[in-house]
T-cell receptor, first 112, second 116 residues
């Protein structure tokens, strides 16, 4: 099945640093979502984007819906240890059953 | 508000055995999803229900996987017989509606299946 390409695959940063990750697709999406998954838990929605060019913030998190509708990025500012986890992008096409297609994930490790 | 409940949390079986997973969605959520998440990958949709009807099962391996949501509330996912490559986390999610406002999917903790 289709999966979105996420990069980087993993990141190891110091507490306080800013983080940026992105997601690209060969297909056009009409919705982009960013989730965080902690070990042993299901993904939790962080930010939802519904319009090309949209820039949305949620606390220290900022995400943008790419103008081409084929990409999105997520920034985390001033990282803290509890930011550790796997971040997934997910896109929804405006065709077919409109199911969510998930990215391959970015594993974030934060050193205190 | 109670979240999505799943059981069991862990299951170890031998190949060719059968296994079933149970999911109770958030109260009032009409849409229920089952995802398969293989280690190191993102979740992949297996089946989507709207109330007790199937909306999308295009990625469900129907020769061995089956799912039902008889009363439009809780759901079961069954694998019969299991193969080694079925080892994964099976996530259940629910949402108020399938798209648009209220489409946010809330995920359960998942069932971790290991097939030996």
């Amino acid at each position: 099945g289709q999966q979105l390409n996420q990069s980087p695959q993993s990141m190891f940063i110091q507490e306080g640093e800013d983080v940026s990750m992105n997601c690209t697709s060969s297909s056009i999406f009409n919705t982009w979502l960013w989730y965080k998954q902690d070990p042993g838990e299901g993904p939790v929605l962080l930010i939802a984007l519904y319009k090309a060019g949209e820039l949305t913030s949620n606390g220290r998190l900022t995400a943008q819906f790419g103008i081409t509708r084929k990409d999105s990025f997520l920034n985390i500012s001033a990282s803290i240890p509890s930011d550790v986890g796997i971040y997934f992008c997910a896109g929804r096409m405006n065709t077919g059953f409109q199911k969510l297609v998930f990215g391959t994930g970015t594993r974030l490790l934060v050193s205190p | 508000e109670a979240g999505v409940a799943q059981s069991p949390r862990y299951k170890i079986i031998e190949k060719r055995q059968s296994v079933a997973f149970w999911c109770n969605p958030i109260s009032g959520h009409a849409t229920l999803y089952w995802y398969q998440q293989i280690l190191g990958q993102g979740p992949k949709l297996l089946i989507q229900f709207q109330n007790n009807g199937v909306v999308d099962d295009s990625q469900l391996p129907k020769d061995r996987f089956s799912a039902e949501r008889l009363k439009g509330v809780d759901s079961t996912l069954k694998i019969q017989p299991a193969k080694l490559e079925d080892s994964a986390v099976y996530l259940c999610a629910s949402s108020l509606v399938s798209a648009g406002v209220g489409e946010t999917q809330y995920f359960g903790p998942g069932t971790r299946l290991l097939v030996l």
